[in-house]
């Protein structure tokens, strides 16, 4: 039952614990500001014989009525003194904590050294910390990738931000997050930082699962944000058609846009990231079953080993750079420097190309799943597996049904239909008669 905001005091028999003689020890489950600690009441009873609604026992039920009341009487005293003991200790203008309430009841004198951040109120930003000091440890194993690191140390950075701003607060406790927070941060985001709402919306999605990692913990009884759902707006995926991508290929362009061209079109024809990329080494090129030339890397996000055949652009693009002296100085396959760089660069070529739309890696492998590939007749299955995603729901996001894909797809379904002068073919107009 709940005392107030802070405390509840909950009693049950713990039925995982039943003895032969089919009887459960009853505990009180206390919760302080959303953590819990247990306290055995030294007594049993038959779980049939108990009450959840009350909380004690159903008197009605029990045949030995000493035994009953022994039962009751336990359950109300020490509700009594657990109460009495924790308006004490508030009195006091003590930081009340279950772990110190528990260790107050059964007599135990609680020392400063035993206080650990696990008995006191967690706050938000050491959860924060928490996720992130976890996170780091997972990059330094190879488990996970520095981009994703990277995007929680940002996650970090707005929720700082939004509590120095709306609450003028550096932290807060778990228990003061609000079920109204998510609302007010999409607003802070949208209208104070100017950040797109999917954007806003990650940073959300993150903050719920700071919250979700607080309730696992026992940090907190539930999560606040829990009814709160983080929604998306597919963005329009920019393609490059084969038209621009001729166009670019063919630009005559001075050294240091002719490098980021080259990269960019080896990504266009791969579907490589530009981390992926930039991480390419001579070892890794090797003869498929093909006879040709493949190149194989180890995936972050899948945590599998996937092999490539290269297409002749990009085999090209390769044997342009095998003499480079910045490749062959740092074990690279292509010139790939800053991101930064990279990517004003890239735009300079856009410009140049007459391209309505900014170019970037993500640009490239839209252009590789959709006019590469999946408009030449490439199996999604076949698309995601070379992308490395690890659901084909993304692979679906990418492949967006284009204008071209549709005219060769109706395309074919005329030529297999129809003959030449629009009739329905023979052979299926004789099949369509004997189905009916």
Excluded at 251 to 265: A, N, S, W, Y
Excluded at 317 to 325: A, C, M, P, Q, T
Aim: positive net charge.
């Amino acid at each position: 039952m709940r005392i107030n905001k802070q405390l509840s005091v909950l009693f049950l028999p713990e039925k995982s614990k039943i003895d032969a003689n089919g009887d459960a020890p009853i505990i009180a489950r206390i919760t302080v500001q959303g953590i819990r600690r247990e306290i055995s009441l030294s007594i049993k009873i038959n779980p049939d014989q108990w009450d959840q609604s009350t909380e004690n026992v159903n008197l009605a039920l029990v045949a030995n009525k000493k035994k009953g009341m022994e039962v009751y009487q336990k359950v109300e005293n020490t509700l009594n003194d657990l109460v009495s003991l924790y308006k004490m200790l508030t009195r006091g203008q003590q930081l009340v904590t279950a772990e110190l309430l528990k260790s107050k009841y059964l007599g135990l004198v609680l020392p400063d050294l035993f206080r650990t951040e696990t008995s006191a109120p967690r706050t938000l930003c050491q959860t924060l910390n928490y996720k992130y000091s976890k996170l780091v440890a997972l990059v330094k194993a190879g488990e996970r990738s520095a981009s994703t690191l990277k995007r929680w140390k940002v996650t970090k950075k707005k929720i700082r931000s939004f509590l120095d701003f709306t609450m003028k607060k550096k932290d807060i406790p778990l228990m003061e997050v609000a079920p109204s927070h998510p609302h007010e941060m999409l607003h802070f985001f949208l209208v104070h930082q100017k950040i797109c709402k999917n954007t806003a919306m990650k940073y959300l999605k993150n903050t719920k699962e700071l919250l979700s990692i607080a309730v696992l913990k026992g940090w907190v009884e539930k999560n606040p944000w829990s009814e709160f759902t983080s929604t998306y707006k597919q963005p329009k995926r920019n393609v490059l058609n084969l038209f621009q991508l001729i166009t670019i290929y063919k630009k005559k362009l001075i050294g240091r846009l002719e490098h980021v061209r080259d990269v960019f079109l080896f990504a266009c024809f791969t579907g490589y990231a530009f981390n992926e990329i930039q991480g390419l080494s001579k070892e890794m090129v090797f003869t498929g079953i093909d006879g040709k030339r493949w190149i194989r890397i180890d995936r972050q996000k899948t945590g599998s080993e996937e092999c490539l055949p290269l297409l002749p652009i990009a085999a090209e693009i390769l044997d342009k750079y095998k003499n480079d002296s910045y490749c062959i100085e740092n074990n690279k396959l292509l010139p790939v420097k800053s991101y930064s760089n990279y990517n004003g660069y890239l735009k300079e070529v856009g410009d140049l190309c007459d391209i309505s739309f900014e170019l970037s890696t993500h640009v490239a492998r839209h252009t590789f799943a959709v006019t590469v590939c999946l408009e030449n007749g490439i199996p999604i299955e076949t698309i995601s597996k070379m992308l490395g995603h690890k659901n084909i729901r993304t692979t679906q996001i990418y492949a967006q049904v284009s204008n071209a894909n549709i005219a060769l797809n109706m395309g074919r379904l005329a030529k297999q239909l129809f003959s030449e002068n629009g009739k329905l073919t023979v052979k299926l107009y004789s099949e369509i008669i004997k189905a009916a």
